[in-house]
């Protein structure tokens, strides 16, 4: 495949998910969009509820969300399959849907998809998040995340 079209490929994705998240989140958030040559494209978007998870978008080689302080990263392909689970993760974290557990350089993201499917991703940082640390998701504190936007009061 041509270079060319892979970077379009990038940006079309990019672009279409940032759109989404726009139509979720609307004014309940704050959002920054970053090219680089190379077809690298990000999207961050900052929640304005500091309860709420922050995430990241970032079209490169794969396409990944990005919503966990070490787990939490999905690294998705760019077909349509891929695309739509980036917009049911997408989906969860906009609306509160999902849990980090922290422990020691470590984290654990479980996202609960509209569906009801419950999605991990267990990253690792530097240094301590090396080691072998057998339980630490039973001693790790846990943070369940709120939605972006403040629930309807009937």
């Known amino acids: 495949?041509?270079?060319?079209d892979d970077r379009a490929q990038i940006l079309q994705a990019v672009d279409s998910l940032e759109q989404y998240v726009r139509e979720l989140a609307g004014v309940t958030a704050s959002y920054e969009r970053t090219s680089y040559s190379g077809g690298l494209?990000?999207?961050?978007?900052?929640?304005?509820?500091?309860?709420?998870?922050?995430l990241n978008v970032v079209g490169q080689q794969w396409l990944q969300v990005e919503a966990g302080d070490h787990g939490g990263c999905w690294e998705l392909d760019y077909?349509?399959?891929g695309i739509e689970r980036a917009r049911e993760l997408i989906e969860a974290v906009i609306a509160g849907r999902v849990v980090e557990l922290m422990s020691l350089a470590r984290s654990e993201v479980r996202a609960t998809l509209a569906s009801g499917e419950q999605v991990r991703e267990t990253g690792y940082g530097t240094g301590l998040?090396?080691?072998?640390?057998?339980?630490?998701?039973?001693?790790?504190?846990?943070?369940?995340?709120?939605?972006?936007r403040a629930p309807i009061m009937s």
């Open 129 to 148: 998040g090396w080691l072998p640390l057998p339980g630490w998701r039973n001693r790790a504190r846990v943070v369940a995340y709120e939605p972006y």
């Open 79 to 81: 077909t349509d399959e």
């Open 41 to 54: 494209s990000t999207l961050s978007v900052t929640p304005l509820n500091d309860k709420a998870r922050p």
């Open 1 to 4: 495949m041509d270079p060319n």
